[in-house]
Nanobody, 123 residues
Framework: QLQLVESGGGLVQPGGSLRLSCVVS????????IGWFRQTPGVEREGVSC????????YYGSFVKGRFTISKDSARNKVYLQMNGLKGEDTAVYYCAADNHRPVCITGGFDYWGQGTQVTVPS
């Protein structure tokens, strides 16, 4: 059973940066598409970024506008989300997710999820 654990969230001032980490265990990171999502209370969960396992192609939500970067360290089975230029509207719980049964970066429907890490940016 694949397990994902996020870390790196916290309180950051507008314009600041955070790097979220997601450690994957129970499987080999390179065998999975990896995504980052976020959710705030009462709002539908939205995709932040995704990395394709086949060729490493990356996808970003339209709101990212070049501020965030997804990357991975296969040797450590870790995925990162570097977030720069943070704004109040980026406040959310951020989740990493993984799947290898379908092209989830396009279709959605991830099977494995972490517990989330809170990011707070005062408005």
């Amino acid at each position: 059973q694949l397990q994902l654990v996020e870390s790196g969230g916290g309180l950051v001032q507008p314009g600041g940066s955070l790097r979220l980490s997601c450690v994957v265990s129970g499987g080999t990171l390179d065998d999975y598409d990896i995504g980052w999502f976020r959710q705030t209370p009462g709002v539908e969960r939205e995709g932040v970024s995704c990395m394709n396992r086949v060729d490493g192609y990356t996808y970003y939500g339209s709101f990212v506008k070049g501020r965030f970067t997804i990357s991975k360290d296969s040797a450590r089975n870790k995925v990162y989300l570097q977030m720069n230029g943070l704004k109040g509207e980026d406040t959310a719980v951020y989740y990493c997710a993984a799947d290898n049964h379908r092209p989830v970066c396009i279709t959605g429907g991830f099977d494995y999820w972490g517990q989330g890490t809170q990011v707070t940016v005062p408005s």
